[in-house]
């Protein structure tokens, strides 16, 4: 029997363990070069505080930066990582190459140590949803995402704020990108950047991991926002996740169109619903 796997990826039955690592490994290596680096090199929106306008911008060696940041971020040391960054802007050193110059290189060094096994997957992870914030923060948005529909489905995975189980949806996300669509996983952690996420893009399909139950309380008003703010006013919503394994609930109770706890219906349930708006 083949494995299954909920929206949060998880196998349901016991399969061929190291396989499934590695096709994490590749998943994310992926979602790292593929999206998350690109996303971040597509970035068009600077501001820039007083202090970077007339700030030094000769050239700067920031390898051990980089490398003390990504350590930061993996360790889950907010503040640390924070107060490199507000250090170098204190010294001059503009909003665009704080961003281009250490958290993009930050970002490649952490798919370099999870490809050579020198970091776990919880931790790179964690570590690009802090350099997110850290990117949100300092006035960063991706602007170049379409606004329009298009001929692909267009679907944005995310968890629902309150964790960071991001291992099981980049499996997900092969999922739907073997059908033809077009995914993104968006690392975001906060309501406040999910909600800013789906206005700056189109998208069909929002998807949303829950694990844990003290989510769910504030799950009804998240999907609100998340359809007030979306440019697609036909967009719909999909939950799933570790806790509709254990919890027996409906959609609508929760403000949702549907929920799956298995990828392959899920793709195939995203389809129906993006018809069904037609």
């Known amino acids: ?6 929206l949060s990826g998880t196998p349901r039955t016991s399969g ?3 396989a499934q690592a590695y096709e994490c490994r590749e998943s994310l290596l992926q979602v790292i070069q ?26 700067v060696n920031l390898g051990a930066e980089v490398l003390a940041f990504a350590d930061f971020c993996i360790q889950r040391k907010e503040d640390e990582a924070n107060a490199l960054v507000d250090r170098l802007m204190a010294q001059g050193l503009r909003s665009d190459r704080i961003f281009l110059e250490l958290i993009t290189p930050a ?12 970091c776990d997957f919880t931790q790179v992870t ?14 960063f ?7 329009v529909e298009g001929v692909n ?14 291992l099981g949806l980049t499996i997900v996300a ?25 206005a700056n893009e189109w998208f069909d399909v929002i998807g949303l991991s829950v694990a844990i139950e003290t989510q769910l309380p504030a799950l009804p008003g998240l999907v609100r926002q998340l359809r007030a703010s979306s440019g697609n006013p036909k967009v719909r919503v999909v939950l799933g996740g570790p806790i509709f394994l254990i919890r027996d609930l409906r959609p609508e109770e929760l403000g949702a169109d549907a929920i799956s706890t298995d990828a392959r219906e899920a793709v195939v349930l995203v389809k129906k619903l993006v018809r069904s708006t037609d």
Not at 1 to 6: G, L, W
Not at 178 to 196: C, F, M, P, Q, R
Request: hydrophobic letters at 35%.
């Open 1 to 6: 029997m083949p494995d299954h796997y909920s």
């Open 16 to 18: 061929a363990a190291d």
């Open 34 to 59: 593929d999206q998350i680096i690109p996303r971040l090199l597509n970035s068009q929106q600077f501001f820039l505080t007083s202090s970077n306008e007339s700030g030094y911008q000769g050239p």
């Open 107 to 118: 970002a490649r060094h952490l798919g370099v140590l999870w490809e050579q096994d020198r």
């Open 126 to 139: 964690c570590g690009l949803a802090q350099m997110h914030q850290i990117t949100y923060r300092i006035g």
């Open 141 to 147: 948005e991706f602007q170049d995402g379409p606004h």
């Open 153 to 166: 489905e267009r679907v944005m995975l995310a968890c629902a704020p309150g964790s960071q189980h991001f």
């Open 174 to 198: 092969d999922f739907f990108r073997k059908t033809g669509a077009d995914v993104v996983l968006e690392v975001s952690s906060t309501e406040t950047e999910l909600v800013h996420a789906v």
